[in-house]
Each structure stands twice: as C-alpha cells, then as structure tokens.
C-alpha cells in the first residue's frame, strides 16, 4: 500500500479521472480528480500520513464535491427545463370537429372528423346532423363525446 503514500500516484490519478471526463462527461469524473489532487497536497504536506486516512479522505472529499459541485452546477449553469403537458387527452378537450355522420338521437353512434382521420363520436342525446360542427366535451373509451356547437 506504499504507492497510495506517494504524491505522484494521485497526481497521475488526477491526470488520468480529468482527461477521462473529455470523453465520459458529466463532471463526476472531474470531481474524483479534483479529490485527488487535494488528496496528492495532502500527501505532500504530510496531513495524510497512513493509507486509511488517504482513501478516506479521498472518499470524503470526492462526495463532498460531487453533492456541492452538483448543487452549484445546477443552480447557476442548469437550462430551461420545463414539463408539458404529458397527457394528451387534455389537449383534445374543447377542440371542434366536422361533424361526417349524423349523431343521434340517443345513444346512435355517429362519426366526427378531427386530427385528419375520423372517429367514433358520442352525442349528448340531441340529434347533430352530418356536415355541422360539434365540440369535443370528453373522451369514452375510444369513442368522442361531442356537443353541437350553438351556430
């Protein structure tokens, strides 16, 4: 365990994690060199002297580092993230459709047009007749549920 004692081990180890971050990014690895070379001061300035307290340290400082650093990356250097709309049903709700056959009156099932292709369509009970336009109130099962539009 006499090479973990050794100044230039750590150096070359610094060396070796840093280039490695060029071609796996993501700054962790660049934190563990930054480890080692604070590891390798301490070696050379005889703070560290057994090869437990030199991995622990090591271990501490590189966690350290990555939490903080991570911390400080994302606060000051993070892009716009933002989360849209995941369900794509919400977006359908209140859209208006061409009505292509009649629907009604009742439960008779009917067919709209919207998003290019035609769909099975619902009506509130009243009769809507083809060639109108209605509007998309919710979704059953793979039917839409529409309402005709007040013209």
Known sequence: MDYLMMFET????AI???LAEIIIPGGILLNLGIASVLVALGIKFAILDTWVMVLTVWFIVATFLLFFLN???NKFFGGKQSI???DEELDIFGKNVLVIDNIGPGTQKGRVEFQGTTWSALGDG???KSGSTAKIICKDNIS????KVAE
């Open 16 to 18: 070796v994690l840093s």
């Open 144 to 147: 839409l549920v529409v309402e």
């Open 126 to 128: 009243s009769e809507i």
């Open 10 to 13: 750590w150096i070359i180890v």
């Open 71 to 73: 911390f400080f990356t």
């Open 84 to 86: 849209d709309n995941t």
